[in-house]
């Protein structure tokens, strides 16, 4: 008997999911100009970016990276173990351990590379890796990589996790969880899965993608905003490519898991180096979403303007405080009709769909920034009243 053909099964896979209305496409993007892209020649207004506090085109931030491509050009070169961990790397680092109030802090290329590198380093094969049920796909696979026993409990159900690390007392625990849901907006229940680490002897990682630059003092992140610090949550991992308008990641904490992960996260060590050029705009970014709270405090009453129209519309909102504001509407095929209604409006807000989200509960996932105004924020909102959505069933 023949052996199967991969591809032959790659291509039946694809043609499924394109007949049930959830294959996934690539846009691309001409150009970018403050809230609205340009798009097979239509302007549209974005409310699907992470750019949260508006950096991505800040010309201060373009001028760092400029400066730092004149003195070091474009590439770094090399891993940062070889000579690829230039002047503005150490600068960065130091810099954001600083405004995470940590020891040290270590970059990554990507936040997908760094929760695969973290979690492969901490935890060997068969040890404990309890995880919120919506978690991030990488924290998923992290633990996968690393051959941990991955138990995952249901949203934000602290008891649930308690019981999952009850079950095996003997071995390393890593308790892995989303600062803020990247799909849902809600925040994690921090402070309590951090009393529950301190009684179970277990580690707490907290993945703050979404919620660095947004929340907390001076943006610190969702960590500082629940009152925790280092010792609470050892391990913080966040992403330079969302709030902070960059590319990147980085993960923050004490001096030996630093060292550590320099040693053993494979992500880090055999990878190139993130252009040095793109750590000068990172740096600035910091200092700005630092120092700027006027970003927060506009992004702030950009999110209560939308949650009170659509709420006054009787649009099926999730019970998300942050800049991500999702629209359950349960069905797949019926959002990505929304989808391409609000686009014909020149409005982009992608549909998300299985399997990014659970079976039932497919959404708009509308996000805000602070480079929206008032009047942008109205528009979407008479927009999605054209479209009679109504309150879903959850």
């Known amino acids: 008997m023949p052996r199967p ?21 690539v846009r691309t993007i001409d150009t970018s100009q403050g809230p609205y892209v340009e798009s097979g020649g239509r302007r549209l207004l974005a409310f699907c970016t992470n750019d ?19 003195e070091s050009g474009v590439g770094s ?4 173990l070889i000579c690829g961990h230039h002047r503005e790397h150490a600068m960065l680092e130091e810099a954001l351990a600083e405004w995470m109030g940590r020891e040290r802090a270590l970059l990554f ?16 094969r068969g040890e404990l890796c309890v995880q919120d049920k919506l978690n991030h796909a990488c924290l998923l696979d992290g633990a996968q990589l690393a051959g941990a026993a991955l138990k995952r409990y249901p949203h934000a159900d602290v008891d ?17 969880t989303d600062g803020v849901f990247s799909m849902d907006g809600d925040i994690a229940p921090l402070r309590e899965l951090a009393t529950l680490c301190a009684r179970e002897n277990a580690s707490l990682m907290v993945d703050d993608a979404h919620g660095l630059g947004i929340l907390g003092r001076d943006g610190a992140g969702s960590v500082t905003q629940a009152g925790l610090d280092q010792h609470d949550v050892p391990v913080l991992m966040a992403t330079l490519g969302k709030a902070l308008g960059c590319s990147g990641a980085f993960v923050a904490g004490s001096t030996a898991l630093i060292d550590g992960l320099t040693q053993f996260a494979r992500t880090y060590i055999y990878t190139t180096a993130m252009p040095p050029a793109l750590a000068a705009a990172a740096r600035c970014a910091v200092s700005l979403a630092r120092t700027e709270s006027w970003r927060r405090e506009k992004l702030a009453a950009l999110i209560k303007r939308f949650r009170d129209g659509a709420t006054q519309l009787g649009l099926p909102l999730m019970p998300s ?7 359950l509407l349960g069905d797949a095929r019926q959002t990505l009709e929304a989808s391409r209604a609000l686009e014909t409006q020149g409005l982009l807000a992608v549909a998300i769909r299985p399997p990014t989200v659970p079976q039932g509960q ?3 996932r509308i996000t805000l920034s602070a480079a929206h105004e008032e009047v942008h924020v109205d528009q979407l909102l008479e927009a999605l009243a054209s479209l009679h959505l109504g309150t879903a069933p959850v």
Not at 109 to 124: H, P, R
């Open 5 to 25: 053909d991969l591809l032959e099964r790659l291509a039946v896979q694809t043609a499924e999911r394109a007949q049930a209305q959830l294959q996934r496409r």
């Open 52 to 70: 949260y506090l508006g950096l991505a085109q800040d010309p201060r931030l373009i001028a760092a990276l400029k400066k730092a491509a004149d």
């Open 77 to 80: 070169g090399s891993a940062h």
């Open 109 to 124: 290329s990507t936040g997908y590379m760094a929760n695969l590198g973290v979690i492969q380093a901490l935890l060997q």
């Open 160 to 176: 649930a996790a308690a019981r999952q690390l009850q079950s095996d007392t003997s071995i390393h625990a890593l308790l892995a």
């Open 321 to 327: 405080p942050t800049a991500i504001q999702p629209l």
């Open 362 to 364: 497919a959404r708009l």
